[in-house]
């Protein structure tokens, strides 16, 4: 710094020039964090949306399999079954994405367990079921569910009602 008229003292261009320099470094590198950290705190969002979509739909299905009378018919992308109460049940994914539960096979009073769903596929495996569920949300993040369900019923025919 040097000296002004009468003792003032100030900024030279230079100074000014070199601070301005050192601020927009410093507000480059706070704006790169910035988007970085959002661009993280969206993934995070897009997965817990996933999990809270798809988590109550695997479990609905395992909770039903497990509770079935009889099987009726299984494919990879369709489950029929007599519930507990007797009633005709079919689960199945659409071609929109969504995973619905029909009571009565007729889709009339359907229940939509999951939407954004890419692929549910039911796989027997001696006395279990394996589910698999893969959903993707509308970022495009993706998560897969697997699960297997000990099964009690009978009268399974696998590869009918598709």
Request: hydrophobic share 45%; no cysteine; glycine share 14%.
């Amino acid at each position: 710094m040097l000296g002004g008229p009468a003792g003032e003292r100030g900024l030279t261009l230079v100074e000014t020039l070199v601070s301005v320099a050192i601020l927009g470094v410093v507000a480059a590198a706070l704006s790169a964090f910035s988007v970085a950290s959002f661009r993280l705190w969206r993934s995070g969002m897009d997965q817990a949306t996933l999990v809270r979509d798809l988590v109550p739909a695997m479990e609905r299905m395992e909770q039903d399999l497990r509770q079935a009378r009889a099987l009726v018919a299984i494919s990879p992308g369709k489950i029929q079954f007599t519930d507990a109460d007797g009633q005709a049940v079919a689960v199945d994914l659409a071609a929109d994405g969504t995973v619905r539960r029909q009571p009565g096979l007729s889709g009339s009073g359907s229940a939509v367990l999951a939407t954004g769903v890419t692929q549910l596929q039911f796989t027997p495996t001696g006395p279990y079921i394996q589910i698999h569920l893969t959903g993707m949300s509308p970022g495009g993040r993706s998560l897969n569910l697997d699960s297997g369900v000990l099964i009690r019923a009978s009268g399974m025919v696998v590869g009918g009602g598709g």
